[in-house]
Each structure stands twice: as C-alpha cells, then as structure tokens.
Antibody, heavy 122, light 106 residues
C-alpha cells in the first residue's frame, strides 16, 4: 500500500524558516517525480514544487522561487521542503504527492499524504 | 504560466442529476489534464487523468472529455458521496490547478 506521511508543520513567525518532510513507503520512491501542493485555509489547491526522479531538476511556482527548496533522499525514501523567509501568505496545509514515473508521460498526482499545517503568524 | 478556469464555481444539484463541470486552459495543454475530488479536511483524490482516462477504483459514473483548451468532467448520476469540491490540474507545463467547483446539495 502506498503511503505518504508529512511532518514538520507548525507555527512560525514571519521571516522564519521551516523544513517539511514526507516519508514514502509502498512503492519504488526513486522512480517517481514528487510534488508539494498547498492549500490555504478555505482556498483552492496550489502546486508549489516538484523534483524529478534522481533529484536532477526541480521547478517551483513563481511565488516561492528563491525562498523554498525541494529535495529528496532516495536512500531514506524521503521528500523535503525547506521554506525560508516565510510570510503570512504561506500559511496553508502542505501536501506531498506522488507524481509521474520518470521517463514516462504524465503528471497526475495519484497518491497524497494527509497534509501538514504551516501557520505563519506573529 | 498556464491558467485554468473552472465553471461554475458552485453547482447545486440533486441526487440522480447529471452534472458537468468545465475547465478552460489559457493555452493548449493537449490532453494533459487531471480531475480530483476533495472533501473537507481530506486530501484530494485522483479521478481522471490524460483528460479521459478513469483512475483505477473510481466509479464509472465519472467521465472526462476534451483536448486543447476545453475540458469537461461529467458525473452521470450524482450520488450522495459525490458532494464535494472538484479541481482540474494541468501537467503540460509544470503543474497548476483550477480554482475549484463546489458541488452542493440542492
């Protein structure tokens, strides 16, 4: 069974930093691209970033470029999101999601974690 | 960046109704579109990928169609479990989501 479990959320002051983790199991993690998606309270879904299999390339939504860094540790089956210079607009539930298998067509996210809440407030 | 616009934003319907949600892309995304269902407090669930392919385990009353810039999600006969918010997502260029369509009880 595919499982994705996020951790690391919490309350942080504006300008602060936080590192989210996502522990994956039940599939060959190293073969898949992985994404972070967030949802502000009462709002819609926003794709934040993805990282390709092998960690060779990552891309970000414009609003987090230069502040967030996505990374992965295939030996630990883990995905990370380092978030710096946080603002109140970054307050959201952050989901990790399994993306496409590397080398194939696609980009749908077929498995999601339960999410971790990040609150940016003074 | 590719923008996705869903319509309507809210839809009121009754059990048994046929429901259609539209997603329009700001430029052609070929068939690289997925649909998700989300219930309050839960993670999204994949329903449809590549515009019209049904994800394993999803009831056949859900169907998707379209290509290029216009897409639809249809629920042939709305069931009580289907009252939720639905999102389209493109993966032609990076990733992005529509703003969502809430399906509520009439």
């Amino acid at each position: 069974e595919v499982q994705l479990v996020e951790s690391g959320g919490g309350l942080v002051q504006p300008g602060g930093s936080l590192r989210l983790s996502c522990a994956a199991s039940g599939f060959t993690f190293s073969r898949h691209w992985m994404s972070w998606v967030r949802q502000a309270p009462g709002k819609g879904l926003e794709w934040v970033a993805y990282i390709r299999h092998g960690g060779s390339q990552a891309d970000y939504v414009d609003s987090v470029k230069g502040r967030f860094t996505i990374s992965r540790d295939d030996a630990r089956n883990s995905l990370y999101l380092q978030m710096n210079s946080l603002t109140v607009e970054d307050t959201a539930v952050y989901y990790c999601a399994r993306d496409v298998i590397g080398g194939t067509d696609g980009g749908q996210m077929d498995h999601w974690g339960q999410g971790t809440l990040v609150t940016v407030s003074s | 960046d590719i923008q996705l616009t869903q319509s309507p934003s809210t839809l009121s319907a009754s059990v048994g109704d046929r429901v259609t949600i539209t997603c329009r892309a700001s430029q052609s995304i070929r068939s690289w579109l997925a649909w998700y269902q989300q219930k309050p407090g839960k993670a999204p669930k994949l329903l449809i990928y590549k515009a019209s392919s049904l994800e394993s385990g999803v009831p056949s009353r859900f169907s998707g169609s379209g290509s290029g810039t216009e897409f639809t999600l249809t629920i042939s006969s709305l069931q009580p479990d289907d009252f939720a918010t639905y999102y389209c997502q493109q993966y032609n260029s990076y990733r992005s989501f529509g703003q969502g369509t809430r399906v509520e009880i009439k």
